[in-house]
């Protein structure tokens, strides 16, 4: 069976690419009709959905670079760690609101940025790196290989500008969230003791109602 060319092969990733694109665009479009985009809650929701489709582009551009000598299982990773924020993140804004989840999330998002500013430098100088023709140990530059480090110095740059972004509005608005929790606080369940004790009135042999005895 004869092994597919490069070019097939690049045909192929980027028809599924583009797939996967238009699912992630379906469901923005279904995120936008359901969510208040006007509302502190709603920006937040909206600013982690960008992040959750750029995650997609940073994933697929981290695995054309995935071969890069020293530093290609490092962008993999990273592309993880993207999309498990994003994830987390949400939970946090819509369901999990309580104050050790929200401060959570909020150093991890500023943690996360700083290391997305670094992604980006490091990926946007090594495209800069010089072709050569020999092949020298832990050393990886081709034409090919710029191309896709531009990508992810690109995709890294948004990502940390996006990051920063969510991290200074769930500081500023972390009071919102906190009370929106409040309202969904559970009421604690009646113990035993505060269940009505119900009598029975029928009448006992002596002629009186029943459980009126301890009363006497």
């Not at 090594?126 to 690109?154: F, P």
């Amino acid at each position: 069976m004869p092994m597919p060319s490069l070019a097939e092969l690049g045909s192929d990733c980027l028809e599924h690419c583009m797939t996967a694109f238009a699912y992630a665009a379906a469901w923005c479009g279904h995120l936008t009709n359901h969510v208040n985009f006007k509302t502190p809650k709603g920006l937040m929701n909206a600013n982690l959905t960008l992040q959750q489709v750029l995650c997609l582009g940073f994933a697929i551009s981290s695995l054309f670079v995935s071969g890069t000598a020293a530093a290609g299982f490092g962008v993999v990773v990273t592309s993880f760690a993207y999309a498990a924020f994003a994830a987390g993140a949400l939970l946090v804004v819509n369901r999990n609101q309580d104050p050790i989840s929200v401060g959570l999330i909020m150093g991890a998002g500023l943690v996360l940025s700083l290391f997305s500013f670094l992604t980006a430098v490091y990926w946007g100088q090594l495209s800069q790196c010089q072709v050569v023709t020999k092949r020298i140990t832990k050393y990886s530059c081709k034409e090919s290989l710029k191309a896709a480090m531009r990508s992810v110095c690109a995709f890294a740059t948004m990502m940390f500008l996006l990051q920063l972004s969510f991290s200074i509005m769930l500081f500023y608005w972390r009071a919102n969230i906190l009370a929106e929790s409040l309202m969904y606080a559970e009421v604690p369940a009646a113990s035993e003791s505060d269940e009505p004790v119900h009598h029975n009135t029928k009448n006992n042999n002596k002629g009186w109602p029943q459980g009126s005895e301890d009363t006497i």
